[in-house]
């Protein structure tokens, strides 16, 4: 599976949109682009994933560039129990396993 | 969502004791689940894949006989840390995969805190 890389950490005023960016320059062509969070000593939470469209539920939004390369986590109002590591993970549809990153450390501020 | 639990949720033993932690699929049949371990202020490490009714498939590094997994049934998978010692001290997360009407995903439990003293 291709790699990802993240900022190690983020900053996000309370009510604000929090954008987590991702790079995946060697995703390939049948690679979904996944995100998960954990939030301190809990299980990983699934966000979202996507292929190549944008997709948006009632977490969050994920911004795909038309490259693929490249990705953008959007929580649009971040609120103080957002504050959690959110990781970015490319995976083939066939590969049942998920394997993890160091992940961004996002911390929302009042 | 699908839910998945661990129990227990933490546990302290002794040094050179055998703890066994459970890993369930409450609502929905699992064939294959995973097990993580995560050490302080790092990432989760895939240790292993469990499925049911076979053995589980180790991820390099990680020692067969010291974490025995079984997974008997759809529902459970069991993994069994042998002879603990303190440095096996960790926060052991499983995942069981869930397919079902076009989705194909992973949902994680809460995670087991081992302590080994």
């Known amino acids: 599976d291709a790699k990802t890389t993240q900022p190690p950490s983020m900053d996000c005023a309370e009510g604000r949109a929090a954008n987590l960016p991702c790079n995946h320059s060697t995703i390939s062509g049948n690679e979904y682009v996944y995100w998960y969070r954990q939030i301190h000593s809990q299980g990983p939470q699934y966000i979202i994933h996507g292929l190549k469209n944008n997709e948006t539920n009632e977490m969050a939004s994920l911004i795909i560039t038309e490259d693929r390369k490249s990705s953008t986590l959007i929580l649009p109002h971040a609120t103080l129990r957002d504050t959690a590591v959110y990781y970015c993970?490319?995976?083939?549809?066939?590969?049942?396993?998920?394997?993890f990153g160091a992940g961004t450390r996002l911390t929302v501020k009042p | 969502g699908a839910v998945v639990s661990q129990h227990p949720s933490w546990v302290i033993c002794k040094s050179g004791t055998s703890v066994k932690i459970e890993c369930r699929s409450l609502d929905f049949q699992a064939t294959t689940m995973f097990w993580y371990r995560q050490f302080p202020k790092q990432s989760l490490m895939l240790m292993a894949t469990?499925?049911?009714?076979?053995?589980?498939?180790?991820e390099q590094g990680v020692e067969k006989d010291k974490f025995l997994i079984n997974h008997a049934s759809l529902t459970l998978s069991t993994l069994t840390v042998t002879s603990a010692h303190p440095e096996d001290s960790s926060f052991y997360i499983c995942s069981a995969y869930y397919r079902d009407r076009g989705l194909n995903e992973q949902f994680f439990g809460p995670g087991t805190r081992l302590t080994v003293l």
């Open positions: 993970i490319v995976r083939r549809a066939d590969n049942n396993d998920m394997r």
């Open positions: 469990s499925n049911e009714g076979s053995k589980a498939t180790y």
